[in-house]
């Protein structure tokens, strides 16, 4: 059955810091790994998208890298700012079992100014 | 363009009481998908479709039930509910592709059962 494990739970920084979120999966048999963000009260706004057959996916200051073979992906934020504050999630989707995604629980970042 | 759209935002609920949740998309995509989300946890599958008339279990589909008529709509029915579906609804649609398959999220649906 695939986790999706997501750690730290929580992280706070001082501003202008380059951080990397952390993202490890059991099964590789992935068909894609996204990650999203999530303000609180809100609903979730993709962020990045990585095929299996991908390596890494940039946009602007963020970048996602995909390893399958150690079931691993990490969200890099370049200077970080204040309005990065959130929560981000990683998101799985099997091989197998049709069109399901699994979810991690999440990292609580806090960007302080 | 408004895309995915939830109605209400809020709702309680009396134990055993029914309820339909609504969702509506306007980006014309096949697949849709219920999730619902409890304090400090990820997201977890209820129901998902691949289109009109087809629908599909996910990782907790027990105590719900949903329909599919239209592409547009996906309406989540809870029957008899129980403190234990006590949670943040969200309803989200994507266009699976080969290059695609970006999940785009409704604002949710906050639901007290008391």
């Known amino acids: 059955k695939q986790e999706v494990t997501q750690i730290p739970a929580a992280l706070s920084v001082p501003e202008g810091e380059n951080l990397v979120l952390n993202c490890s999966f059991t099964?590789?048999?992935?068909?894609?790994l996204q990650w999203f963000r999530q303000d609180p009260g809100k609903g979730l706004t993709s962020l990045l998208l990585i095929q299996s057959s991908q390596r890494e996916q940039t946009s602007g200051r963020l970048n996602a890298s995909l390893d399958k073979s150690s079931g691993r992906s990490t969200l890099y934020i370049a200077a970080s700012q204040p309005g990065d504050s959130a929560t981000y999630l990683c998101?799985?989707?099997?091989?197998?079992?049709?069109?399901?995604?699994?979810f991690g629980a999440g990292t609580r970042l806090f960007v302080k100014a | 363009n408004a895309g995915v759209t939830q109605t209400p935002k809020f709702r309680i609920l009396k134990i055993g009481q029914s309820m339909t949740l609504q969702c509506t998309q306007d980006?014309?995509?096949?697949?849709m998908y219920w999730y619902r989300q409890d304090p400090g946890m990820g997201l977890k599958l209820i129901y998902y479709?691949?289109?009109?008339?087809?629908?599909d279990k996910g990782e907790v589909p027990n105590g719900y039930n949903v329909s599919r008529s239209t592409t547009e709509d996906f309406p989540l029915r809870l029957e008899l509910a129980a403190p234990s579906q006590t949670s943040v609804y969200f309803c989200?649609?994507?266009?699976?592709?080969?290059?695609?398959?970006?999940?785009?999220f409704g604002p949710g649906t906050r639901l007290t059962v008391l």
């Open positions: 980006m014309n995509h096949n697949y």
């Open positions: 998101a799985v989707r099997p091989n197998t079992g049709g069109f399901k995604t699994i």
């Open positions: 989200a649609s994507s266009y699976p592709g080969q290059n695609t398959d970006t999940q785009y």
């Open positions: 479709s691949v289109g009109a008339g087809i629908t």
């Open positions: 099964d590789s048999a992935i068909y894609n």
